[in-house]
C-alpha cells in the first residue's frame, strides 16, 4: 500500500521560510518521479515542482523559481521542498505526488498515480 504523508506547513510571515516534507512508504522516491502540487481556495491544483529518478530531472513552476527547492533524501525516503521568501500568494494546501511510470517530473496532475492528504501553508503579508 502506497502512503505518501506531507508534513511541515504552517503559518508565516512574508519572506519567511518553511520546508514540507513527504515521507514515502509503498514506493521508492528514488525510483519515481515525485511532485510537489498546490491549490489555493478557488483555484485547481498546480505544479509547483518536481524531482525526477536522477536528480539532473528537476523542474519548477516559474513563479517559484529562485525562492523554492526540491531535494530529496533517499535513506529516508522522504521528498522535501525548502521554501524562501515565501509570499502571501504561496498561501495553498501542498501535496506531494508520485509518478510510477515516467522517469522526469510531469507538470500536469493527471500523470501521478499517488497522493498525500496534502499540508497547509499559509502566508501573512
Known sequence: ???LVESGGGLVQAGGSLRVS????GVTVSSNAMGWFRQAPG??????AGIGRSTINIDYVDSVKGRFT???DNAKN?????????EPEDTAIYYCAADRHLGRPSRYASAYD???????VTVSS
Open 1 to 3: 500500500q502506497v502512503q
Open 22 to 25: 513527504c515521507a514515502a512508504s
Open 43 to 48: 483555484k485547481e491544483r498546480g505544479f509547483v
Open 70 to 72: 526540491i531535494s530529496r
Open 78 to 86: 522522504t521528498v522535501y521542498l525548502q521554501m524562501n521568501s515565501l
Open 114 to 120: 499517488y497522493w498525500g492528504q496534502g499540508t497547509q
